[in-house]
């Protein structure tokens, strides 16, 4: 077969592969921050409890041939699953295209997999479980050893530091272990800054956590791009959303009633209300980490003067 013949059979096969792991995210996403199993039961419909059959639970497709809705009681099912689904497939493809069949293949893949659960399940529910952060920063230090992220501060560290090279898993370890740190305690430092600005909670640890597990994978140049990236798409994002509520009246009524009662004037009420809209911070680092791992080595591709910027 000619080599791109091959090429577009591969891509198949990781964008199947990454539409059953995506099924199998969507699982997690949505029993985690319950406290269910992940392992059993099989799928039922969350309303009538009836068990999904195997072919209602096919990838994407169940969802589209079954309109979104429940085969026996016509519950809607979240669109929340395909796009989960599709999502995984479609970034699978884009690990294979990017690196290959080599092992940081498998690093990005399990990567990938769990920003995704952290991604979504602070979009939905605001909660980074540590049952993905935990986890996932021992996994994130260990295939960094094998898989040294891009960037190599460990090398040159040790270098200027000690005048020694080190082993190259030695240099990938730490790496690891600067990202992680460097992540957790910027997020942590921004959460008290936030404390002290705004006056109440508004990020939990779960985002420093979320950051040390990041860390552990991209190593330091990764985790400065990913927090850069993942604040700024927040602000931009966070004020847009907050902007949007306040002038399309959201919660006027509270306002009103609250103006009655003489807590100040409707619009600066309404504005108050807006703006305890709640940032999910882990989303949008989610969304900077999968951008430095997959348009990071693209874009250094394109403009290599870049690169040492980026990677
Ligand atoms: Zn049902």
Redesign the pocket.
């Known amino acids: 077969m000619a080599d791109s013949t091959v090429a577009t059979v591969y891509g198949i096969y990781f964008f199947l592969f990454g539409l059953v792991i995506g099924s199998f995210l969507n699982v997690c996403i949505t029993r985690i921050p319950e406290d269910l199993s992940i392992v059993s039961p099989g799928s039922r419909?969350p309303?009538?409890g009836?068990a999904i059959k195997f072919y209602d639970n096919v990838p994407v497709f169940a969802w589209i041939w079954l309109r979104g809705k429940?085969r026996?009681?016509g519950?809607p099912i979240s669109v929340m699953y395909p796009l989960v689904e599709l999502s995984t497939g479609l970034l699978f493809v884009a690990a294979y295209l990017e690196y290959g069949i080599t092992q940081a293949t498998v690093k990005w893949l399990f990567f990938t997999g769990l920003i995704i659960v952290l991604t979504i399940t602070d979009l939905r529910v605001r909660l980074l479980p540590d049952l993905v952060t935990w986890p996932g920063f021992a996994a994130g230090l260990l295939l960094s050893a094998f898989v040294p992220p891009s960037g190599g501060f460990g090398q040159s560290l040790s270098w200027r530091l000690l005048h020694q090279h080190l082993q190259p898993n030695a240099a990938g370890l730490v790496d690891g272990i600067l990202g992680a740190a460097f992540g957790s305690f910027l997020l942590w430092g921004l959460a008290a800054g936030y404390k002290l600005v705004r006056k109440r909670e508004g990020m939990g640890l779960g985002d420093v956590k979320m950051m040390a597990m990041v860390g552990a994978f991209v190593g330091l140049r990764g985790t400065f791009w990913t927090i850069l990236l993942g604040s700024l798409l927040g602000s931009v994002i966070g004020l847009s959303v907050v902007a949007g509520l306040y002038l399309s009246g959201w919660q006027r009524g509270l306002a009103e009633r609250g103006s009655r009662r003489g807590l100040g004037t409707v619009n600066g009420l309404r504005w108050k209300i807006a703006s305890q809209y709640q940032l999910p911070l882990g989303t949008f680092l989610g969304i900077g980490a999968l951008a430095i791992v997959y348009l990071g080595p693209l874009i250094g591709g394109q403009w290599p003067e870049l690169r040492g910027i980026l990677r």
Do not use: A, D, F, Q
């Open positions: 419909c309303r009538c009836t429940c026996s009681c519950e």
